[in-house]
């Protein structure tokens, strides 16, 4: 019964340090980068404990929301019924959530369960015979959701919480709420839903801090040996091949592995997450632009290699802190690159920063001869007009758009119609996460200029990646 509506708030405790992408596409969470994050990393060590305990919650949470809905409308309480409605509504939406794998509406439904916790420690008013217990559930949905949104998100990080607090507290000492009593339930119940509400949510709460200490203790480690990758030479950059529609390899993205000393060569999932939590990003990402600009340079005599370009993956916090453009005017002068082999790629939730100084960093580097791309388009949140006001002169569609359309004529069609939109805007379009044959045959009849994804190769070491070139 309300003893259960608190297995939610665990869900809330993931999102914002996860998700990630090949380099330094992780970064402090901005508003609406968490299910971002946790699209582009759904089998990093974190988010298969988030999407496990999300799953776990929202079944639980429909599978009660259904009984007592049923219970109640049987008794003709349909106040009570509606709620566990709502109830049910929030597993569906956390099921949908998990499959997805995308967290992003995190923020809406946590507020959907502080709502409905509220409503029914408002219902559940103290009496004689049973106190109120509803609103011990305020506790594990604050820890929860600290654990989730991080203090990047400076509302859902911190005033979130707050606001859990204070109606516990407000709760833990109000008297009778002045509800009619006819809208409580039975005593009986009460007292059986009470009794379950304290052994819940205590339960609750430490398994929360037990899964949160946990994961804090495994990464304690990593993160000291993260520290100093890169001054120990430890990081690896590797490529994916980009190819045109003749199948010609043109480019390629300039990827990280972390080659540990004891635990081998780790993909980004196992510590671009970790390096975004500790602030090390930033130095990561100005690592991976210079590795790939003295490989740009390394390549320039070689009749092949000099036409290919790289590409690398820029953050929001390399945007939005400090002088970015001042970082790459320098990186290209040390090592002497050709900035227009270079390409620089952000996702659309880096434009949930401050617009005006991503855009005036990008037309600032773009004015050195280095184009930007628009990676993972069409999952964010930005208008068309903020998109053309950018310095874009590529966007890359998400893998998604490209496996929806491989599925159903409604995803070709919307397939097609992004293709349509970066055609208008000049722009060169570059489909992801191509696997077979026939997903090129089908983009290629779109009229898509450029491919990427396994079918033509993983990422590669360099070595690997040369060998390409005969």
């Not at 404990?49 to 639980?60: H, L, Q």
């Not at 491989?406 to 570059?430: D, F, P, Y």
């Amino acid at each position: 019964m309300l003893h259960n509506l608190g297995v939610l708030a665990g869900l809330f405790g993931w999102s914002a340090s996860l998700g990630g992408w090949e380099m330094v596409k992780v970064q402090p969470a901005a508003p609406g980068q968490d299910g971002w994050l946790l699209r582009k990393f759904p089998n990093s060590d974190k988010a298969v404990k988030v999407f496990k305990i999300v799953r776990v919650s929202g079944i639980n949470c429909l599978l009660l929301g259904c009984v007592w809905c049923a219970y109640y409308a049987f008794m003709g309480r349909y106040e009570l019924s509606a709620l566990f409605v709502a109830l049910s509504a929030i597993g569906l939406a956390c099921i949908r959530m998990v499959r997805q794998a995308d967290l992003r509406r995190g923020p809406v439904v946590a507020h959907g369960l502080f709502l409905i916790v509220t409503l029914m420690a408002l219902i559940d008013s103290p009496s004689a015979e049973v106190p109120r217990s509803v609103h011990l559930f305020f506790l594990p949905l604050a820890v929860g959701s600290s654990f989730v949104f991080g203090a990047e998100r400076r509302y859902m990080g911190n005033g979130f919480q707050v606001l859990c607090l204070l109606a516990f507290g407000w709760f833990a000492f109000a008297g009778p709420s002045g509800v009619d009593p006819a809208l409580s339930p039975p005593a009986s119940v009460r007292q059986v839903g009470a009794a379950a509400n304290v052994a819940t949510a205590t339960a609750l709460l430490g398994t929360i801090l037990g899964i949160y200490r946990k994961d804090l203790m495994s990464r304690i480690p990593l993160a000291k040996d993260l520290g100093m990758a890169i001054s120990d030479n430890q990081l690896r950059v590797f490529y994916q091949p980009q190819v045109n529609a003749d199948g010609q390899i043109f480019g390629a993205e300039a990827l990280v592995r972390w080659q540990h000393p004891e635990r081998g060569l780790l993909t980004p999932e196992k510590f671009i997450p970790l390096a975004e939590e500790t602030g090390l990003i930033d130095d990561l990402g100005n690592w991976m632009l210079a590795e790939s600009c003295r490989q740009l340079k390394a390549w320039e005599n070689d009749p092949q290699l000099s036409r290919v370009r790289i590409s690398v993956n820029v953050s929001a916090h390399q945007l939005s802190g400090g002088d970015f453009n001042a970082v790459v005017r320098e990186t290209l002068a040390q090592t002497g690159a050709n900035p227009q082999r270079l390409m620089l790629e952000l996702t659309e939730s880096a434009l949930a920063n401050d617009l005006g100084t991503v855009r005036s960093t990008m037309e600032n580097i773009r004015s050195q001869g280095v184009e930007w791309a628009l990676d993972d388009f069409g999952t964010g949140f930005s208008s068309l007009s903020v998109l053309r006001s950018l310095p874009l002169s590529k966007i890359k569609i998400d893998k998604q758009f490209v496996h929806d359309a491989s599925r159903s004529e409604s995803g070709k069609q919307l397939l097609v119609k992004i293709l349509e939109i970066a055609s208008v805007m000049q722009m060169t379009a570059l489909a992801e996460g191509i696997e077979d044959e026939a997903q090129r045959a089908m983009l290629r009849g779109m009229g898509c200029p450029q491919f990427q994804g396994y079918l033509f190769g993983r990422p590669l070491s360099l070595h690997q990646f040369e060998t390409l070139f005969g």
